[in-house]
T-cell receptor, first 111, second 113 residues
Framework: RKEVEQDPGPFNVPEGATVAFNCTYS??????FFWYRQDCRKEPKLLMS???SGNEDGRFTAQLNRASQYISLLIRDSKLSDSATYLC????????????FGTGTRLKVLA | NAGVTQTPKFRILKIGQSMTLQCAQD?????MYWYRQDPGMGLKLIYY???????DKGEVPNGYNVSRSTTEDFPLRLELAAPSQTSVYFC????????????FGPGTRLTVL
């Protein structure tokens, strides 16, 4: 089992739609969780950290379910500019702190 | 404030050649990382550093070496390039160790023929 797993997609959604991505992680001792956005042929950039109580930033909502070991990202009112790959990142402690990256979920928002 | 910079942006190497990928950050971050990203794959950690003079191996260190003589610079050395090292290489830095945001450079696209 991979340490961090994501559905690769692509998710093709029309503008204005709501779309949700899940990410599962295998290490129950993981402490920090993030969603990064990566545009084609560009570097990843932090979209949002994920807090235990869930958190929202504009149209984006992130949630953490420790019992089931998954995090989610909800995007409301999708824009064309949301088209990108969304990377789930989990901090795991195995002797030292490491960021473990999922392979990403591709989103295409269609006009 | 340039953030994290990487040079070169692109490079083609022949099998057996060597090169150094440069990475610099101006945010005074102690923690720096080198990743490689293969098509359709997640980022894999090659090496990381927790401060000047201190480096350690990540998941995929074979064929690479690093040094960290200053807080700002973290070069990655490829010795005896192989086709399996064809990838996109990202350097990153962070203020906190494992719990904070990582800032990435724009990447170096390396092809080994």
């Amino acid at each position: 089992r991979k340490e961090v797993e994501q559905d690769p997609g692509p998710f093709n959604v029309p503008e204005g739609a709501t779309v949700a991505f899940n990410c599962t992680y295998s290490n129950s001792a993981s402490q920090s969780f993030f969603w990064y956005r990566q545009d084609c042929r560009k570097e990843p950039k932090l979209l949002m950290s994920v807090y235990s109580s869930g958190n929202e930033d504009g149209r984006f909502t992130a949630q953490l379910n420790r019992a089931s070991q998954y995090i989610s990202l909800l995007i409301r009112d999708s824009k064309l500019s949301d088209s990108a790959t969304y990377l789930c990142v989990v901090n795991t402690i195995s002797g030292t702190y490491k960021y473990i990256f999922g392979t990403g979920t591709r989103l295409k928002v269609l006009a | 404030n340039a953030g994290v910079t990487q040079t070169p942006k692109f490079r083609i190497l022949k099998i057996g050649q060597s090169m150094t990928l440069q990475c610099a950050q101006d945010m005074n971050h102690n923690y720096m990382y080198w990743y490689r990203q293969d098509p359709g794959m997640g980022l894999k950690l090659i090496y990381y550093s927790v401060g000047a003079g201190i480096t350690d191996k990540g998941e995929v260190p074979n064929g690479y070496n690093v040094s960290r003589s200053t807080t700002e610079d973290f070069p990655l050395r490829l010795e005896l390039a192989a086709p399996s090292q064809t990838s996109v290489y990202f350097c990153a830095s962070s203020y906190q160790r494992g719990t904070g945001e990582q800032f990435f450079g724009p990447g170096t696209r390396l092809t080994v023929l």
